[in-house]
C-alpha cells in the first residue's frame, strides 16, 4: 500500500508541474505558443481556455470536490496528452516525450489514485 501511495503522490505532483509549466507557457509566453499551434494545424484561440481547463483541471484532482469532477479531469488530461503527443510526433519536432511522460503520469495518477484516495 505505501508504494502505491508513493506512486499516487509522485505522478499527481509531476503531473501538476507538467500542467503548470504548460501554463505558464500559454499565459507568459503566448507568441511561441501560438506558433507552436500554428505548426501543428490547430487553431490558436483555444490556447487560453485549454491553459484555464488545465488550472481548473489540476483543481479538480487536488480538491478533490466531487469524484465526478475528478473522473472527468483526468479523462481531459489522457484526451490532452495523447492528442499532444500524435500532434508534436506528426510534425516531427521531437517534442513528444514530455507528452508521452504526461500520458505516463495521468494514468500512474488516476489508477493508483483509485486505490488510495476516496
Known sequence: MKIKKIAFWLSTILLTALMCFSVYNYFFNHEAIRGFFEAMGYPTYIIYPLAIAKLLGLLAIWGNFSK???E???AGFFFNTILAFF???MIGDGSQ???ALGFVF???SYFTGKRVRP
Open 72 to 74: 472527468w479531469a483526468y
Open 87 to 89: 500532434a508534436h510526433y
Open 68 to 70: 465526478w469532477l475528478k
Open 106 to 108: 495521468v494514468l500512474t
Open 97 to 99: 516525450m514530455g507528452a
